[in-house]
T-cell receptor
Framework: EAGVVQSPRYKIIEKKQPVAFWCNPISGHNTLYWYLQNLGQGPELLIRYENEEAVDDSQLPKDRFSAERLKGVDSTLKIQPAELGDSAVYLC?????????????FGPGTRLTVL | QKEVEQDPGPLSVPEGAIVSLNCTYSNSAFQYFMWYRQYSRKGPELLMYTYSSGNKEDGRFTAQVDKSSKYISLFIRDSQPSDSATYLCAMSRKNQGGKLIFGQGTELSVKP
């Protein structure tokens, strides 16, 4: 069974440019998460989706970040415009449901460098 | 103060040693406790999962939760070079399913 797929794996952009990350969750997983992981830190939740609905986006900086999960499968996270401080790894995870006992499976992440 | 505190290490041990990793937390509402392992340039993978207090053993790994002290531990017996990774503790509240709060992660190196 394929795991969570993310692309691109690496992205280097100039500050003020837009950037987008794509995630394909494990088949059948209704819940999708985007996390931000700074160097030497644990992941921090940005947004959670249950099917197409964002059930928790309280940690998403909405002035420059946006996310969508059309048709309740793939998801895209966008930053516009990017800032130097956005350099980090962006992780996508999926699970069968929202309940805390459902294991979250993580993708390999997209490593963003903003110059 | 962060909700979950974890010593970042790095921690270096010889092969075969017993490794002890731990986290402290401040919110007594946490009821689900997890340990994730993250290899370099990879996403975290779930290693151990515990609900409420108690111990759980899986092969060379033992997870302990002491809710009265707000303290969780992961023990690795007979450590192997392949255990070299960053270990992240994570926890969540019962009524906020899926919202994991992670510790900073401890970088472990097991030397042959």
């Amino acid at each position: 069974e394929a795991g969570v797929v993310q692309s691109p794996r690496y992205k280097i952009i100039e500050k003020k440019q837009p950037v987008a990350f794509w995630c394909n969750p494990i088949s059948g997983h209704n819940t999708l998460y985007w996390y931000l992981q700074n160097l030497g830190q644990g992941p921090e939740l940005l947004i959670r989706y249950e099917n197409e609905e964002a059930v928790d986006d309280s940690q998403l900086p909405k002035d420059r970040f946006s996310a969508e999960r059309l048709k309740g499968v793939d998801s895209t996270l966008k930053i516009q415009p990017a800032e130097l401080g956005d350099s980090a790894v962006y992780l996508c995870a999926s699970s069968l449901g929202l309940a805390a006992y459902n294991e979250q499976f993580f993708g390999p992440g997209t490593r963003l460098t903003v110059l | 103060q962060k909700e979950v505190e974890q010593d970042p290490g790095p921690l270096s041990v010889p092969e075969g040693a017993i490794v002890s990793l731990n986290c402290t937390y401040s919110n007594s509402a946490f009821q689900y406790f997890m340990w994730y392992r993250q290899y370099s340039r990879k996403g975290p993978e779930l290693l151990m999962y515990t609900y409420s207090s108690g111990n759980k053993e899986d092969g060379r790994f033992t997870a302990q939760v002491d809710k009265s002290s707000k303290y969780i531990s992961l023990f690795i017996r007979d450590s192997q070079p392949s255990d070299s990774a960053t270990y992240l503790c994570a926890m969540s509240r019962k009524n906020q399913g899926g919202k994991l709060i992670f510790g900073q992660g401890t970088e472990l190196s097991v030397k042959p």
